[in-house]
């Protein structure tokens, strides 16, 4: 995340640690009570269509979605509202454009460049300034058109509350006070508790976007206690699902995350397939890159160590200006075309511990090194393997403050071999990291929207059965593996 103002990472990882320590102490007590399922049980009430017999070709039995019908105050009006947002998001209207997807890009030709250098990057390949945060309208979007959309709830194994959860909160996020803040999120908790939906399961198989952190929304238990709205503390957003593009305690809250939109959004499968071969056969003339700012404002930030060894200290690496002021690492075809000539993309924590940059880099074919488990791996489980090694590298950011570490000569031991698969690995994962354009339908390709419904849908039936004890103590050995890092 950038740009988006002060998250507490200490407090973070607090939680994280503190969520690791209950983990390892469920998992004793799992082994003792030999495993049996207790919590997240739900029984359902009578009603809930649960059949599993009936038409064996339909690929949607058992994994319909229904939408709620809002009323427009929910999410239609809230994106009327954009050109009102008091100058704190000044060109939300533009950026919310085209379906949520932003201005398409043209062939944005700079000094020193020819035209070669960005044939395809333009929306004819479904390329769009997307803004990072614009989740919401996006998803949406996609839902409208999902394969498997149901206007028959007693059918659904999910319902989707198309409530725009991030755009409300940069309406009423500066200079209100936090009645105002949170009135839309009462209000659509107060709205959602008496349809006959959610008392099937009292909300657990519902689930909504707000396409920003977690942190924006969990504003009392958040350090700075002004911080944000309180969506995920509210009793009825406890039981469901909302997926956020970072998660505050992951694998442990009512929060999920999912990536970040990039500025790709194919059409069709064969803009993917397109893709993925320019990405294969990229040139990649350096061998590390770096897009970001230095955070001179935080102690803990290891940005200026980042800078400093990717600057003067290598030839290797190359990054783009993006010093207070420079427009150029905001500029989506010079930032796509750097990591589309990279092998490794450098990903230090932000503002937070994620940044969108890592999608982007992943989606140029660039193999990203994150220098802490919260920033990818820990997050976006449903969309990225578990074997982070697969696609990854991790050098721990203690090791880049305390400065033993180069960075330029860790990433060159690795042998061109392993360098190979993992970029292998990087292409064959692009479709899953990208939201196609809402406007299409991609028959055959699942994207990062394809990816979070299944998952959400699989989450809800794990509850019904009591599954879910199981994911979690894959979870805490996982979690124990990068903690002992
Ligand atoms: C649901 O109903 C609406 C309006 O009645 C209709 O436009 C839409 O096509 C229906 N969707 C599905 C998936 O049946
Ligand atoms: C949340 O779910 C629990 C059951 O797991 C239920 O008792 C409670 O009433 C639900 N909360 C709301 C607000 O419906």
Redesign the pocket.
Do not use: I, P, Q
């Given at each position: 995340m950038e740009k988006s103002g002060a998250v507490p990472r200490w407090r973070f990882l607090l939680l994280v640690a503190a969520a690791f320590w209950v983990c390892i102490l469920y998992f004793r007590m799992s082994l003792v009570l030999t495993g049996v399922a207790v919590e997240?049980t739900?029984s359902y009430a009578p009603g809930y269509d649960n059949r599993r017999g009936g038409d064996d070709a339909d690929p949607c039995r058992g994994r319909y979605v229904y939408m709620h019908e809002l009323p427009p105050r929910f999410n239609a009006e809230i994106l009327r509202g954009c050109g009102s947002t008091d100058g704190r998001w000044p060109d939300m209207c533009e950026q919310l454009s085209n379906a949520g997807l932003g201005q398409p890009l043209g062939d944005e030709i700079g000094a020193g460049q020819t035209k070669g250098d960005y044939v395809g990057l333009t929306a004819a390949g479904g390329w769009y300034a997307t803004h990072q945060f614009a989740l919401d309208a996006i998803f949406h979007g996609r839902m409208r058109r999902h394969r498997c959309l149901t206007n028959d709830s007693s059918k659904a194994a999910a319902v989707f509350v198309p409530f725009y959860a991030g755009f409300d909160f940069v309406r009423h996020h500066w200079g209100y006070d936090d009645a105002t803040r949170d009135a839309a999120s009462r209000d659509l908790?107060r709205w959602l508790?008496r349809r006959p939906e959610?008392r099937r399961?009292?909300?657990?198989d519902h689930f909504l976007v707000a396409g920003r952190t977690a942190w924006d929304f969990r504003r009392d238990t958040n350090l700075n206690s002004n911080w944000g709205t309180n969506l995920l503390l509210?009793?009825?957003t406890?039981?469901m699902t909302v997926l956020v593009v970072e998660s505050s305690a992951p694998g442990h809250g009512n929060d999920a995350a999912v990536p970040y939109p990039t500025y790709f959004h194919p059409r069709a499968a064969a803009d993917v397939l397109d893709w993925q071969n320019r990405i294969r056969n990229a040139d990649r003339p350096w061998l590390m890159s770096f897009v970001g700012a230095p955070r001179p404002g935080d102690p803990r930030s290891i940005r200026s160590q980042i800078i400093a060894q990717c600057g003067a200290a290598s030839s290797a690496c190359q990054q783009l200006g993006c010093a207070f002021g420079a427009s150029q690492c905001h500029t989506p075809a010079a930032i796509m075309r750097l990591f589309e000539s990279s092998v490794f993309c450098l990903q230090p924590p932000g503002d937070s511990y994620t940044r969108r940059s890592a999608f982007d880099a992943m989606v140029a074919g660039c193999v990203p090194v994150f220098f802490h488990p919260a920033s990818a791996y820990l997050q976006y489980t449903w969309h990225l393997p578990r074997d982070h090694a697969r696609y990854s590298v991790y050098i721990p950011e203690d090791d880049v403050r305390a400065g033993t570490v180069s960075i330029e000569e860790t990433l060159k031991r690795i042998p061109p071999a392993a360098v190979r698969r993992m970029q292998e690995e990087v292409v064959r994962l692009v479709p899953r990291l990208v939201y196609a354009d809402p406007r299409y339908t991609m028959e055959t390709v699942k994207d990062a929207f394809d990816v979070a419904v299944d998952a959400v849908v699989d989450k809800v039936a794990e509850t019904r059965t009591g599954e879910s004890e199981g994911g979690e103590v894959r979870w805490s050995s996982w979690l124990h593996k990068i903690w002992s890092n």
């Open positions: 997240h739900v908790a508790v959610w399961a009292g909300g657990r509210l009793e009825a406890k039981n």
